[in-house]
């Protein structure tokens, strides 16, 4: 346990220091540590409670638009009052749609989910007067207890202040009864059910918890990138790239889904630069885990160091 | 009303096709074929290649059927060569691995169509025009709601009334006790994913000259299917053609009614059924 410590350790001093390197790699790795976030918010879903959400695009979009409309509409700049209602709205979005996804499982749990959020994306898409449409939302000039937040470099540090703030939380969160509860819903329903477990009181707390730290993520998105558009926080391939991240970096460990966001994100950048067919590269790489390597990179390392002792 | 219910019924016919063929393939594989868009897709592409070569009518009121069928047979391949090396492992593992083939087909698009939206349109008018109760209608229109419609009924007498539909159909019911009887099984595995993407396909094709191509429709598609399916029942054709028509009419008298939030509308409707009746209209399959 203790040279996990270590590692732990210098993960957060390397993250620490990453703004000294330049703004582009403060940039990448802050869009890494918030998909970071959301994986993890995925992966209380799917690793510990059971349940694939192909629509967790929606809470990312809930939390991005809930910042931009109310800096458009109302003018309200402090990210002290954008971030509470952020997690507020994804909140009520997980309360409402988790009543109506929680009663069922499997297949049609995700199908559910993806047909939700495109009820979303459909309103973010049409309603142009309210949302602006394809154009999305340019959000600017925000504060934070009345101090102008404006560089990466201070962007950055906002993140990573939830980051560490997240990991700790669900952490927290899984290790809790409600969390060890909902992995014995996971692995077995009927057994649960006979200990006079309320199962679907559980998934719906599982699903809150995944929405209102998803939700979080995609306000910090909105705030760091300064644009947001339908597309790029609600659509399909939003939802998607959170699965993809967390089964890249193994959904049966706690930390698999951040190591995999920050291999994705690294990766797409990469990729996306050097060449033009970024897409046929994420497909390939999503074809691959799941034929190859199916536990992601921290289950398989994990189960060698297991194998080891 | 005459063209709304004219458009709603092309809407219909070409989520049926797309549905059904989701809908098949879930039944006898248990997996939802998220690469299913990309079928469509591939099918409209595969008919506007094929119409390049002659302006003929005939060639193309032919496409659809070659598109359907080439797009059947790279589903075919796509079953034997990457989703049976997963089977028995879980639906989180099969349904990544056809998310994941959604992104490889898309740079097969660019690559092999260009990233602009294609259109051809010419055959609508070589056919024409009809009028109905005072309206023009492109004649083609009608075409393909007739044709959808035969497809279906071919469909329900190979699945109800043929040897091999009633092996298909035993299959979806209890796969063990069926290759206990000498069935194949794999072989009712690849058939049907052959069909299921040969509907797709073949929808495809059909909507070439109605709407073009775009990427992006393949998402778009896959989507509506979905809704399709699970407003129908997963795994039930019926629930699919009620569905497809119900959502097919709904959304274009949406389009003309209220134009901001049709698309809502349809998953409004969707949520709706779910909250009435969790199964589907037509479901039988637990879940």
């Known amino acids: 346990m203790r040279d996990f410590r270590i590692v732990y350790l210098a993960i957060a001093i390397i993250l620490f220091c990453i703004p000294f390197t330049g703004e582009y790699p403060t940039y990448l790795t802050g869009l890494a540590l918030l998909f970071g976030i959301s994986a993890l918010a995925l992966n209380v879903l799917l690793g510990y409670t059971g349940l694939l959400s192909f629509g967790n695009a929606l809470f990312f979009g809930a939390g991005a638009y809930t910042v931009g409309l109310l800096i458009k509409h109302y003018d309200i700049a402090a990210i002290e009052i954008l971030f509470p209602a952020s997690i507020a709205t994804s909140f009520a979005v997980a309360v409402a749609v988790g009543f109506i996804c929680v009663r069922h499982t499997r297949i049609y749990f995700t199908m559910l989910t993806i047909a939700l959020a495109s009820l979303f994306y459909a309103l973010a898409h049409k309603l142009r007067p309210i949302t602006g449409g394809d154009d999305g939302i340019r959000i600017y000039d925000t504060y934070l207890f009345g101090r102008e937040i404006a560089s990466v470099t201070e962007f950055y540090y906002l993140i990573l202040v939830f980051f560490f703030a997240s990991i700790l939380v669900l952490r927290i969160i899984l290790k809790s009864p409600f969390g060890l509860t909902l992995q014995a819903i996971r692995d077995s329903e009927m057994r649960a059910r006979f200990a006079g477990i309320s199962i679907t009181k559980y998934r719906l707390g599982s699903f809150i918890v995944s929405g209102v730290f998803t939700g979080m993520a995609g306000a910090l998105y909105a705030l760091f990138l300064g644009q947001i558009s339908p597309d790029d926080v609600l659509g399909l391939t939003r939802s998607g790239e959170f699965v993809a991240m967390t089964i890249l970096g193994g959904f049966t460990s706690f930390t698999g889904p951040v190591v995999g966001a920050f291999v994705f994100t690294y990766l797409k950048a990469f990729v996306s630069s050097a060449l033009i067919y970024w897409y046929m590269v994420a497909g390939i790489i999503i074809i691959g885990v799941v034929l190859f390597v199916p536990l992601g990179i921290m289950g398989e390392i994990e189960r060698r160091l297991l194998w080891r002792r | ?287």
Not at chain 2, 2 to 25: E, M
Not at chain 2, 32 to 58: K, M
Not at chain 2, 255 to 260: L, T
């Open chain 2, 1 to 287: 009303m005459i063209p709304q219910i004219i458009n709603g019924l092309i809407f219909a016919s070409i989520l049926f096709l797309v549905a059904a063929g989701l809908t098949i393939i879930f039944g006898i594989l248990r997996v939802v074929n998220f690469s299913h868009g990309s079928f469509y897709l591939l099918g409209i592409y595969i008919a506007y290649s094929i119409t390049r070569f002659s302006q003929d009518p005939v060639l193309y009121l032919a496409s659809p059927f070659i598109a359907g069928a080439l797009a059947g047979a790279v589903g075919m391949a796509f079953e034997r060569g990457l989703l049976s090396r997963v089977y028995g492992r879980g639906e989180l593992f099969e349904l990544l691995l056809t998310y994941g083939m959604i992104f490889v087909f898309i740079d097969v698009f660019r690559i092999g169509w260009g990233t602009m939206p294609i259109s051809d349109p010419t055959i609508t008018f070589k056919l024409g025009t009809v009028s109905i109760a005072g309206y023009l209608m492109p004649l083609y229109n009608l075409y393909l709601i007739t044709i959808a419609a035969i497809l279906a009924l071919v469909l329900w007498y190979l699945l109800f009334k043929t040897r091999v539909g009633m092996i298909i159909r035993a299959t979806s019911f209890d796969k063990e006790v069926t290759s206990s009887f000498g069935v194949n099984v794999n072989r009712v595995y690849v058939l049907t994913f052959f069909l299921g993407c040969f509907l797709a396909g073949f929808g495809g094709g059909l909507m070439l000259p109605v709407t073009g191509a775009w990427i992006g429709l393949d998402i778009d598609m896959l989507i509506l299917g979905l809704v399709v399916v699970v407003v129908g029942g997963l795994g039930s054709i019926k629930g699919a053609l009620v569905a497809s028509l119900l959502i097919g009419l709904v959304r274009s008298f949406g389009i003309s009614m209220f134009p901001a939030i049709e698309l809502a509308i349809v998953y409004v409707i969707m949520i709706a059924v779910l909250i009435v009746k969790p199964s589907g209209l037509f479901g039988g399959v637990e879940h």
